[in-house]
């Protein structure tokens, strides 16, 4: 029989495919985007989803996976904000363009009816 009992430690180092700084998923901005900003073409949903999946798959210990999921959910984000700053920005041009000069009209015609 043995007299020592033999215990082995993983070194200091992570383990294969653990990183000290494990990849974003980018769920709040996601959740932002969905709840706050709008929902463009599903846009929003979409990066929620691959959100999720991002976090999954660290839960898991998958990080090159979480890390995929994540820069698909942070371009469909980017995708997202900008679809809603254009259409923000070209509802505004399209009121300064027809509806400001139908109240002006509105207005200086108001006492002849």
Same mark, same amino acid.
Request: with cysteine; net charge positive; hydrophobic share 45%.
């Given at each position: 029989?043995?007299?020592?009992?033999?215990?082995?430690?993983?070194?200091?180092?992570?383990a294969k495919g653990?990183?000290?700084?494990?990849?974003?998923?980018?769920?709040?901005?996601?959740?932002? !985007?969905? +709840? @706050? #900003?709008?929902?463009?073409?599903? /846009?929003? *949903? =979409?990066?929620?989803v691959y959100s999720?999946?991002?976090?999954?798959?660290?839960?898991?210990?998958?990080?090159?996976?979480?890390?995929?999921?994540?820069?698909?959910?942070?371009?469909?984000?980017?995708?997202?904000?900008?679809? !809603?700053? +254009? @259409? #923000?920005?070209?509802?505004?041009? /399209?009121? *300064? =363009?027809?509806?400001?000069?139908?109240?002006?009209?509105?207005?200086?015609?108001?006492?002849?009816?």
């Amino acid at each position: 029989m043995s007299d020592h009992t033999v215990i082995p430690m993983q070194g200091g180092e992570p383990a294969k495919g653990l990183t000290s700084n494990p990849p974003r998923d980018y769920l709040l901005l996601s959740l932002f !985007n969905m +709840l @706050v #900003l709008g929902n463009p073409c599903c /846009l929003s *949903f =979409v990066a929620l989803v691959y959100s999720v999946k991002s976090r999954d798959r660290k839960l898991l210990g998958d990080m090159n996976g979480a890390s995929s999921y994540g820069n698909t959910s942070k371009q469909l984000n980017i995708g997202a904000i900008v679809l !809603n700053v +254009l @259409v #923000l920005i070209i509802f505004i041009i /399209l009121f *300064f =363009v027809y509806m400001v000069p139908l109240i002006r009209y509105m207005a200086s015609h108001q006492g002849r009816y």
